[in-house]
């Protein structure tokens, strides 16, 4: 296998202590169609900033929402986001550099709770300025040799940003080699950029999308879909994949989604892309998920960004 050169990259050119001011150029819904939750791209002019040129994908920046905590009296805290365009920038151009929000609403002891910072940029306009800090984030990226790689690209809900940039800038690369995007999400109204991804299966012959919906079709033993089944419900390709000693998996999304991975990962004999810590037992399924990191961890070649 091609050894896995990661990018040496800069992080913190600016701090929360030092933001730099930036602008908002577009704000608009990347949900498939009418959905109950409300998920945006947002693109950013970073023109005249130190950032222009210093942010890869795979990376996060930090956004500083005005205002003060009304409980603490002490400003908002900064909040990460995966950047979603390629590194070379936003439609090619390297002073936009965009990220993908989703509007945090919940109920809290019978009352609504609006998340501050996602909230705040999901209502920004175009022409409106923005406190922004970063980059953040030195593994989460694609190696100085991508082209010598096939990917698996595991995601739910925001999670997919980092695979957006990484899948345009590999394309842009003129890539000729294999991927596979596995988009989970609860409902087809959530499916992420799902125009982009459907074209670029139709287009690409070496790109497969692969989304899982896990509250509407039930699989043939009753159970939901999640991106973890897919490795066996589409075995035809995933296995094709995994098989070679040259793919890399990533993962990004919600905290607990690498869990139901790993585990069929080992179901299906890939214990190489872990770092076994543990010896397992003969039925994996009997290790609680809490008590999976005990055995295995991300090997080298498995990529992981969960929150």
């Given amino acids: 296998m091609s050894e896995i050169k990661l990018p040496e990259v800069e992080l913190n050119i600016y701090s929360k202590n030092s933001p730099v001011e930036v602008t908002v150029v577009e704000n608009y819904v990347v949900t498939k169609e009418s959905s109950p939750n409300f998920v945006r791209h947002v693109t950013f002019d970073i023109s005249g900033t130190d950032l222009v040129d ?8 930090g956004i ?3 205002g003060v905590d009304a409980q603490t009296g002490k400003p908002h805290k ?3 986001y995966s950047v979603s365009s390629p590194t070379k920038g936003e439609k090619g151009q390297k002073h936009l550099i965009s990220t993908t929000v989703k509007r945090t609403v919940e109920e809290l002891e019978n009352k609504i709770y609006l998340g501050v910072a996602s909230n705040y940029l999901a209502d920004l306009e175009p022409g409106e300025k923005v406190q922004m800090t970063g980059p953040s984030g030195r593994r989460f990226l694609l190696p100085e040799n991508s082209a010598d790689f096939n990917y698996l690209f595991f995601a739910t809900g925001t999670g997919i ?3 957006r940039g990484m899948i345009q800038e590999l394309y842009e690369e003129k890539y000729m080699n294999e991927m596979a995007l596995i988009f989970g999400c609860s409902y087809r109204t959530d499916l992420l950029y799902a125009d982009y991804f459907e074209k670029m299966g139709q287009e690409q012959i070496g790109f497969h999308y692969i989304p899982s919906i896990s509250r509407e079709d039930r699989r043939k033993d009753g159970s939901k879909y999640y991106v973890q ?8 390709i995933l296995s094709t994949l995994l098989d070679r000693d040259n793919t890399l998996i990533y993962i990004c999304g919600m905290k607990g989604m690498e869990t139901g991975i790993y585990k ?9 892309y872990l770092d076994v810590r543990k010896e397992l037992p003969e039925n994996v399924s009997d290790i609680p998920d809490d008590e999976l990191r005990k055995y295995v961890k991300p090997g080298m070649r498995v ?3 969960v929150y």
């Fill in 64 to 66: 500083l929402p005005p």
């Fill in 78 to 80: 900064m909040r990460l």
């Fill in 303 to 305: 990529f992981e960004e």
């Fill in 229 to 236: 089944s897919m490795l066996d419900e589409r075995r035809d």
């Fill in 54 to 61: 210093r942010v890869r994908v795979g990376q996060s920046i």
């Fill in 264 to 272: 069929e990962l080992i179901k299906q004999g890939y214990v190489e």
């Fill in 161 to 163: 940003a980092p695979f």
